[in-house]
């Protein structure tokens, strides 16, 4: 017997009114979704895929506006309803589990009230067996020790708890469906892996059906039955994940599967023998001493690594491995608790930041953050050339024409040195950051997740251009990174680091083709797209 | 094998850019882009009105003979404590003088008074504020105990401790509500440094080689300005109701002066027959005061 | 936690201690000619006396000694409750505080307590009222609030509740009727920075995701703004209310001169109008008293109200 779709959307248009304009979120979509069913909405961001998910709680903001269509949720018309209705809907019928675990439990309430909470509700009134029933449900969502999270408060937890937290409290209402906002987002890879798994599980367990909103087309692939893919509000491909792999229709699909960088580590001539090294940290480590406690926090145990010149060293590492920590003190931003830096043969870890100056010409960063790496005064020509300025090596005249030098460099447009950074994307910022970093022409570049904050096509972008500019330039780079897809295009040489030790170090071919130690394994096994092996991965 | 991925500028914000001509840009200057800014604002009405109340006030402080030909000092014994009309637009004191001449005459003594006491307050503050928040350490320790101790004096006893000690008059009020300002200053600034001293863009800028004292005033400073620009706008405007505070208690200038406090407190002997002579000037600095806050929440609210 | 707790009551006397050291440079130090003045403030005329007369009175008044050995005299004298004479009374400056501090601190008391209603009262009608203008109108007000002198406002209120209706005494220090006027008076300015700060704290809040996520299990509105949306709004209030003792007890000058209440308020003014030095170094001293140990309660309160501020160091 075949039950009707538990939602049904038929040419559904959505509209934001801001300052006096009309934008179209979402523009006629229609699709459906079946009991049990696991789909994914993919797109970039502005293709509509959070209005559709706050449209289908119920939660538009108040300048959204429903065009059009139907939105039919378990036999309810959302779009129609009216604030009981939709309320009735939400919690016992629609769930979420939020994008952000970091900031989406109230930091002023104990974990175990605001999981009652949720099962109160649906209830409709106390009951005295919901403690118990919180217990459980935090058994259920692999919380160690529930007694003890529930009294405990959501800082005292860490992200990957949180998120499982979450996932508890959208359980509690027992509903019909679950709506996991960008689940893949704000955690380090193997955590995802391992909650996604497990949430799967419940979901599969209970016939919960699941719509993941992502855009990830990896992961998507990975876990949905079904794909929908949109861009600007409209459905551009519906398929399964087999079908668009091996055959997308729409070239914007083909686009984000080329963009996507496949897991293909390069293969590059290697360092000419006998060179030495541009920069080279030996047996670095580095304590921190903690505020009011005798315990000291090492952030680095033992690194030492060598970068030569037009070879790119990628350091790999989830949050808190310290790989941030080897960069600053390659820069000279820390000191080494023990072991040095060399830079050009110098030693330069005990230089004081005067000593230090002159060699600022001959080594950068790019920073991780595109949106806050410009002061939101300078114009962009202030920005690029303020290294210039600094030093005093340039002026007037000359100083205009290696303005326009740099930003050909990076393929922005003329015109854009007028430009102020909030009238820039994320990618063109980034690309100014660049151009800046490029303007004293150092040797060594250091790159700070250099693509996390951007869209996965503008990372591509960004990517290429690097590439293209150390072919130009011979620069060195040392680029660090969470994401090993990005680390596998561009690396040479690569290091992993975990909670401050070396876990593995190589080349690049050497660390992903055959991976030495389980950590690696795991990180390379946690890529989306690597499981199935439905993505072309090759080693 | 390696990925190549042909570059299309399709991530700039406009599609469709044409190559121009390698000399074709200019740089917009910067009164330029502060009118693009500032024009938005002014197309409120609210914003608008606000505005020439201040100005009104301010004008009245530099040229009150401009707007009211009548002498705030002469008596005029039969026209005492009439009501407010067309020929005395305020009413009349108890000696027969204009209330609305008093009260534009007034502007000068307390606005004068108030901008005094901001620019204490600015010079003092704004210094304190940027020495704690970019030094740091030990430096930043004492000066938020000096602070803290400054705070310790509830604003309007301070001003008394002073004008006890340097005497009564508008100068010395000033200079009482100035310094009871200092704190709110030196916090707001201290916390705008250190949260720009963090920032990624003032890293680049050092790692690019700037000094510290190139960072400071073409990065710090200029991002720090906007809470800073608001809190003044907002602290002239409690300036203004602290020194008519004063002289409202008989500490600012000794009369016939017309101070808009010493006005009020004039017109307390008299509210039951003749309630506009305080309740009127009182509705003025009301709106003067009013609109400065309004002008700097607009502000505010503009630059988020 | 002991140690933090002995560093925090430390850092308070050092406080007090630096707050009582300014006033009195301020009053001892920036006059070109204390004695002048304080012979004044007796009623007496410095030019009047002989050159013996004048010495005797600058060693009756302590001004012969050095400046620190005369700084520490009267803090050590202070510290044990001695506070001095009142130079235009006569009287010991601890019996006049004495007498005149249960006025101001009823009054002081029930304008915190009515500024507290008032202001959250506000600032949550505002979050809660989705109509547009009306919501805005209600935003408007607590500026309108601050941008009110205070002693205007007491007269607008005697005049329109005293004398043109006759509901409640326009002067006076009896009953509760009298309180009613000055309390209201002394409330709206701090009513104003809490109804202000309360909205922003609501505007803040309401844009946080835990507030999606409350939306997604299901509570109405009215139970989210409660149990979320208050509860971390409210949080800066605490500091401010410590903060807020400052301005009470300026303001309390100014509503005690309106009412003629016969509370510390009004005797600082006559004593600043007679330029009687050690009255007005003891009230200034007993309200940065009272300002440093309503903070430092303040402060330890914290952590009760947010979870997340603990006064130990906490590893990531």
Request: hydrophobic share 40%; net charge negative; proline share 12%.
């Given at each position: 017997m075949s039950q009707s779709p538990l939602i049904e959307v038929r040419d559904l248009s959505i509209s934001y009114a801001f300052a006096g304009q009309r934008t179209q979120a979402v523009s006629q979509l229609s699709f459906s979704l079946a009991h049990g069913e696991t789909l994914a909405i993919v797109g970039e961001s502005g293709s509509g895929k959070s209005t559709l998910a706050n449209a289908l709680l119920g939660l538009?903001?108040?300048?959204?506006?429903?065009?059009q269509g139907q939105l039919w949720v378990d036999g309810v018309d959302v779009a129609q309803a009216d604030e009981r209705t939709r309320r009735q809907l939400r919690g016992r019928t629609v769930a979420l589990v939020p994008q952000?675990?970091?900031?989406?439990?109230?930091?002023?309430?104990r974990i175990g009230r605001q999981i009652a909470e949720a099962l109160l509700l649906a209830r409709g009134r106390r009951y005295p067996e919901v403690d118990r029933e919180v217990l459980a449900l935090l058994a259920q969502v692999g919380l160690d020790e529930p007694a003890l999270r529930a009294r405990q408060?959501?800082?005292?937890?860490?992200g990957g708890m949180r998120q499982r937290v979450l996932i508890a409290i959208a359980l509690a209402g027992e509903p019909r469906l679950i709506i996991a906002d960008?689940?893949?987002?704000?955690?380090?890879v193997t955590v995802q892996r391992r909650i996604l798994d497990h949430l799967q599980q419940l979901v599969a367990e209970r016939g919960i059906s699941l719509l993941i909103i992502t855009h990830d087309l990896g992961m998507a692939c990975d876990r949905a039955d079904r794909l929908l893919v949109m861009k600007q509000g409209k459905l551009i491909e519906h398929a399964s994940p087999r079908q668009i792999l091996w055959g997308a229709q729409h070239p914007y699909t083909r686009d984000l599967l080329n963009a996507a960088p496949a897991f293909v580590p390069r293969r590059r001539p290697g360092a000419l023998p006998g060179q030495a090294p541009l920069l080279r940290l030996s047996n670095v480590g580095k304590r921190f001493a903690l505020p009011g406690q005798h315990a000291h926090f090492t952030a680095l145990h033992d690194l030492s690594l060598e970068v030569h010149a037009g070879q790119t060293l990628a350091i790999v590492g989830e949050s808190g491995s310290g790989k941030s920590t080897a960069l600053r003190i390659a820069l000279g931003l820390e000191r080494p608790s023990q072991g040095h830096v060399e830079f050009a043969g110098e030693v330069?870890?005990?230089?004081?930041w005067r000593q230090f100056r002159p060699l600022r010409r001959r080594i950068q960063l790019v920073q991780q953050n595109p949106f806050a790496a410009?002061?939101?005064?300078?114009?962009v020509f202030d920005s690029i050339v303020e290294p210039l300025v600094s030093f005093g090596l340039l002026k007037g005249q000359a100083l205009e024409r290696k303005a326009r030098e740099l930003i050909a460099r990076v393929q922005?447009?003329?015109?854009?040195?007028?430009?102020?950074?909030?009238?820039?994307s994320g990618g063109q910022r980034q690309r100014v950051a660049i151009a800046r970093a490029l303007a004293l022409e150092p040797e060594v570049l250091l790159l700070d997740?250099?693509?996390?904050?951007?869209d996965v096509s503008v990372q591509a972008q960004v990517l290429a251009l690097l590439d293209e500019l150390q072919r130009e330039l011979g620069m060195a780079y040392v680029l660090v990174s969470h994401d090993l897809a990005v680390v596998a295009s561009m690396a040479d040489q690569v290091l992993v680091l975990r909670r401050g030790q070396v876990v593995e170090q190589g080349p690049a071919a050497q660390v992903f083709g055959q991976p030495a130690s389980a950590y690696t394994r795991a990180l390379i096994e946690a890529i989306p797209g690597h499981s199935r092996s439905v993505l072309p991965v090759a080693v | 094998m390696t990925i190549h991925i042909p570059l299309t500028p399709?991530?700039?914000?406009?599609?469709?850019v044409e190559a121009r001509p390698a000399a074709g840009w200019k740089r917009r200057t910067r009164l330029q882009r502060a009118w693009q800014t500032l024009s938005p604002l002014l197309r409120r009405p609210g914003f608008s009105l606000a505005l020439l109340i201040v100005l009104f006030a301010l004008f009245a402080a530099l040229a009150p003979h401009l707007l009211s030909h009548?002498?705030?000092?002469a008596t005029s014994p039969a026209d005492k404590?009439?009501?407010?009309?067309?020929?005395?637009w305020f009413g009349t004191d108890e000696l027969g003088r204009d209330l609305y001449t008093r009260v534009v005459y007034g502007a000068r003594l307390s606005v004068m008074a108030a901008l005094l006491a901001v620019a204490i307050a600015l010079c003092g503050g704004l210094g304190l504020g940027v020495l704690a928040g970019f030094a740091g350490g030990r430096v930043d320790a004492a000066l938020m105990r000096l602070i803290d101790v400054l705070l310790a004096l509830p604003g309007l006893l301070l001003a008394l401790a002073i004008v006890t000690a340097i005497g009564f008059g508008t100068v010395p009020v000033a200079v009482a509500v100035g310094v009871g300002i200092i704190p709110g200053f030196a916090r707001t600034t201290r916390a705008e440094v250190l949260r720009i001293k963090t920032l990624p863009y003032v890293e680049a800028a050092r790692l690019g080689g700037a000094s510290w004292a190139r960072t400071l005033l073409r990065h710090v400073l200029p991002n720090a300005w906007g809470p800073v620009a608001v809190l003044a706008t907002l602290d002239f405007g409690a300036a203004i109701l602290a020194t008519a505070g004063l002289s409202f208690l008989?500490?600012?200038?000794?009369?016939p002066a017309a101070e808009w406090g010493t006005l009020i407190a004039n017109g307390r002997h008299f509210l039951?027959?003749?309630?506009?002579?305080?309740?009127l000037p009182g509705l003025f600095v009301v709106a003067v005061v009013f609109s400065l806050n309004h002008l700097a929440r607009s502000a505010e609210e503009h630059a988020r | 936690m002991k140690r933090y707790l002995t560093g925090r009551i430390g850092q308070a006397l050092l406080v007090l201690w630096g707050a009582y050291t300014v006033t009195y440079f301020i009053l001892?130090?920036?006059?070109?000619?204390t004695l002048a003045i304080m012979l004044s403030a007796s009623g007496?005329?410095?030019?009047?006396?002989s050159p013996e007369d004048l010495a005797k009175a600058r060693a009756y008044y302590g001004l012969d000694k050095g400046l620190f050995e005369q700084y520490f005299d009267l803090l050590w004298r202070a510290l044990h409750g001695d506070l001095g004479q009142s130079l235009?009374?006569?009287?010991p400056v601890t019996a006049l505080l004495a007498e005149r501090l249960p006025q101001t601190l009823a009054l002081a008391g029930s304008a915190i307590v009515l500024s507290l209603l008032a202001g959250v009262g506000l600032a949550y009608l505002t979050a809660y009222v989705q109509w547009r203008p009306l919501k805005t109108a209600l935003a408007r007000l607590p500026s309108l609030g601050f941008s009110v002198p205070v002693f205007w406002m007491g007269l607008l209120l005697i005049q329109v509740f005293?004398?043109?209706?006759?509901?409640?005494?326009?002067?006076?220090?009896?009953?509760l009727a009298s309180l009613v006027l000055p309390a209201i008076t002394l409330a709206i300015p701090s009513a104003a920075v809490y109804a202000q700060v309360l909205h922003r704290g609501f505007q803040g809040v309401w844009q946080e995701p835990y507030i999606t996520t409350a939306f997604a299990k299901g509570l109405s509105r009215a139970q989210v703004q409660a149990r979320h949306g208050l509860r971390n709004a409210a949080l800066p209030l605490l500091t401010l209310v410590g903060l807020q003792v400052g301005n009470t007890v300026s303001g309390a000058v100014l509503v005690e001169t309106i009412f003629s209440r016969n509370g510390v308020g009004r005797l600082a003014q006559e004593a600043v109008l007679r330029q009687d030095i050690p009255v007005v170094l003891a009230i200034v001293a007993v309200s940065a008293t009272a300002f440093v140990v309503v903070n430092l309660i303040v402060d330890l309160l914290y952590p009760c109200l947010d979870p997340?501020?603990?006064h130990t160091a906490k590893v990531n």
């Open positions: 538009l903001p108040d300048n959204a506006h429903i065009d952000d675990p970091m900031v989406s439990l109230n930091p002023t309430l408060y959501p800082h005292e937890l860490s960008e689940p893949t987002s704000a955690l380090d330069v870890s005990a230089f004081s410009l002061d939101p005064r300078f114009t922005l447009p003329l015109h854009f040195l007028d430009r102020l950074p909030r009238e820039l997740e250099p693509v996390s904050a951007l | 399709n991530d700039t914000a406009s599609a469709g009548y002498d705030p000092y404590l009439s009501a407010p009309g067309l020929e005395h008989g500490f600012g200038a000794a009369p039951i027959t003749a309630p506009w002579v305080s309740l | 001892y130090l920036l006059p070109g000619d007496m005329e410095a030019d009047g006396l235009s009374l006569g009287r005293a004398f043109a209706s006759g509901w409640f005494p326009a002067t006076g220090s009896q009953g997340r501020i603990t």
